[in-house]
């Protein structure tokens, strides 16, 4: 398949540069939002695009399988860099 080679050297480096960049000591993950209503997640995730510049790939959305006495939650979640006091993002 043409371009698959230049594709997936693409994704290696895109995962190094994000190991470095989500590692150990960069920083924390802030949960911003924790439901279990996908359309709540959805909603909210939409006003995050629309009230303010925030880098998506900064963003993590956690799935938290459940079963039967613990129903699935959904965590958001924004990395804020080390160098930010907690409280100002």
Excluded: N
């Excluded at 996908?38 to 956690?62: F, G, T």
């Excluded at 006495?69 to 930010?84: G, K, M």
Aim: with cysteine.
């Amino acid at each position: 398949m043409a371009g698959k080679r230049k594709r997936r050297e693409q994704e290696r480096e895109r995962g190094r540069r994000d190991a470095v960049r989500f590692g150990p000591g960069a920083g924390r993950w802030d949960v911003l939002l924790e439901t279990r209503d996908q359309a709540e997640l959805r909603a909210h995730m939409q006003r995050l695009r629309a009230e303010r510049q925030i880098d998506r790939s900064a963003v993590r959305v956690d799935t938290l399988c459940g079963r039967l006495e613990r129903p699935t939650t959904y965590r958001l979640s924004l990395f804020v860099p080390a160098d930010v006091p907690p409280g100002r993002q």
